[in-house]
């Protein structure tokens, strides 16, 4: 029995030993794979510039109310537009008031692209929700006072309130407001109606200026345009545009100076543009987009143009004032336009409120004037 135990023992030993002594098992490798290089995404740079050239042409058209071609070089200025931007031009002559009008009726059928509108009608603008916020490539450039911060309305130019006196007519043209009521002048002044009228409401401001008072006190050119319609002076029931002038009946005419000056190159006659001594306004006109374009980048487009070194020139050649006064004019296109001298009683508007609030207390006062109530 010892010797059995014993033999086990043995042969267990054995088992161990020829057990360490066998070759370690050979270990599996581990497979990496290659890496492979992920390209880089690559955006596609888009010039804004050249998507807007390119939906423009796509759009074919551009519509405007109220600029048509005899109004401050338009003409010239459309050509060019059209030319550059293989888009199809057409206007509709209207008033500030006519624009609002047409711009409520057509919000579910929209037709107008861009309009030029009368400062005094910007406030209406704003609060029928009508501009669509853009902000052109000249913006930086362009005064403070003369743009909207949310890029609703932009000034283009502005004119100046004058006399256009045709001196085949008036031996002694006038100078001042006051000169308007001396008796020579009897039936010979023209004006609109300063409750329709961005020209009337313009003189009767400035006409405030020269009495003393302004945009907060509007009494004192409403009083004065009382006076030029009760002396008999401001002739009644004449329209005052090119064909009054070029027939002799308005010997002296309240217009922008810049009209004054297109009267006076479209008629041929000799007409005398004289800006106010005691007081003038510089009325400002703004561009505008409507909220509901149908060409929105022709519409873009086309303000981009009009606040260019190159539109402001050629608004300029038209006899505007330019709004951005870092643009130099060539000297054949500043010899146009009068001096800075002559200007020397100029107002511009205080601020949008005020000048608005302004506008507004003349046609209400005027409207009582008129019909008393």
Not at 32 to 41: E, M, R
Not at 125 to 149: M, R
Not at 228 to 249: I, T
Not at 344 to 357: A, E, K, M
């Amino acid at each position: 029995m010892k010797k059995l135990i014993t033999l086990v023992v043995l042969l267990s030993l054995l088992v161990i030993q020829l057990t360490s002594c066998a070759p370690a098992p050979t270990p599996t490798a581990t497979v990496v794979p290659p890496v492979v290089p992920v390209a880089a995404t690559v955006v596609p740079t888009v010039d804004p510039e050249a998507a807007k050239l390119a939906g423009a042409k796509a759009e074919g058209q551009l519509i405007s109310y109220g600029m048509s071609d005899d109004w401050v070089n338009l003409g010239a200025i459309w050509q060019t537009i059209q030319t550059r931007y293989s888009v199809v031009h057409t206007d509709t002559d209207m008033t500030s008031a006519e624009e609002i009008t047409h711009l409520l009726a057509e919000k579910d059928a929209p037709v107008m692209d861009v309009a030029d509108i009368g400062f005094d009608w910007v406030g209406t603008l704003i609060e029928d929700n009508l501009a669509a916020s853009y902000f052109n490539t000249s913006w930086d450039k362009v005064p403070v006072n003369f743009k909207d911060a949310q890029g609703r309305w932009v000034v283009a130019y502005w004119g100046a309130i004058s006399f256009l006196v045709n001196t085949d007519l008036i031996q002694n043209p006038p100078k001042t407001w006051d000169d308007l009521l001396k008796p020579e002048y009897l039936d010979k002044v023209c004006s609109r109606d300063p409750s329709k009228s961005s020209y009337a409401t313009g003189a009767v401001l400035a006409a405030a200026y020269a009495h003393g008072g302004g945009e907060s006190n509007v009494d004192p050119g409403l009083a004065f345009f009382k006076q030029l319609r009760d002396s008999g002076n401001w002739r009644q029931g004449v329209v005052l545009n090119v064909a009054s002038v070029q027939k002799g009946e308005c010997p002296i005419s309240i217009v922008y100076d810049f009209d004054g000056f297109a009267k006076r190159d479209a008629t041929g006659l000799p007409l005398q543009v004289i800006i106010p001594q005691d007081a003038t306004v510089g009325m400002l006109f703004a561009e505008y987009i409507s909220a509901v374009a149908p060409h929105p980048n022709a519409a873009q487009l086309e303000q981009d143009f009009l606040l260019s070194d190159e539109g402001q020139i050629m608004l300029a050649e038209g006899y505007a004032h330019p709004a951005r006064s870092d643009v130099v004019l060539p000297a054949d296109v500043a010899a146009k336009l009068l001096p800075e001298s002559a200007y020397g009683n100029l107002h511009f508007p205080s601020s949008f409120d005020s000048f608005t609030q302004a506008m507004h207390n003349i046609v209400s006062g005027w409207t009582t004037i008129t019909t008393g109530q």
